[in-house]
């Protein structure tokens, strides 16, 4: 979906009146649901979950005065359009794809990108992406809880940092790779 449209800060107010008639708390509900739909999308796999996260409360947005009657938890209606966007996203990516698959990368060339774009890391998320990324699954979940204990945030803190870090690192190393020269 393209975003064809921007959207209003009148249309905005409607949605922050929507999920609360005072302003702060329709701003802490508003922080928590885009929070809850990055997760959504980055614990499936979407390296573009904020974008997909814009585009629940998009839709949202676009129906939020016909929602006036609705009752219950508003945070649950937005998970239910992101399980919408998530069928689309399945839905689409089914679909045959005309273009032929890029050449595989020659490892060595995608180790090389790796390594640089790890240099390029300030050293604090570069030997924190690297400790995330440390040992077996067991060992690895407690090396993480003691990771976001020692940074004193929440493990879903720490998940959307690392998230981020490793887009990071996907975009410089997909740069990297473009300026290799072909072999």
């Known amino acids: 979906m393209t975003r064809d449209w921007e959207l ?16 702060e708390a329709a701003a802490r509900k508003y922080a928590l649901i885009q929070l809850r739909l990055v997760r959504f999308f980055a614990t499936r796999g979407y390296i573009d979950a904020e974008n997909l996260a814009d585009r629940c409360i998009d839709v949202t947005v676009r129906k939020v005065d016909g929602l006036t009657d609705y009752v219950g938890d508003r945070t649950l209606y937005f998970l239910g359009v992101a399980r919408y966007v998530l069928m689309e996203l399945i ?44 040992g077996e699954k067991g060992s690895r979940i407690r090396k993480r809880r003691k990771l976001a204990e020692d940074l004193n945030i929440t493990m879903n803190a720490l998940r959307i940092k690392i998230h981020r ?15 290799l020269p072909a072999n």
Do not use: G, M, S
Request: proline share 11%; aromatic share 4%; hydrophobic share 30%.
């Open 8 to 23: 209003t800060e009148e249309q905005f107010n409607l949605l922050l009146n929507w999920l609360d008639p005072d302003r």
């Open 91 to 134: 839905r689409e990516k089914h679909q045959p794809i005309p273009d032929p698959d890029p050449p595989p990368v020659p490892d060595v060339d995608l180790e090389e990108c790796l390594e640089r774009c790890l240099r390029e890391l300030a050293e604090d998320d570069r030997v924190l992406v690297l400790d995330y990324e440390e």
């Open 165 to 179: 870090l490793h887009q990071e690192l996907h975009e410089c190393i997909l740069r990297c790779l473009n300026e």
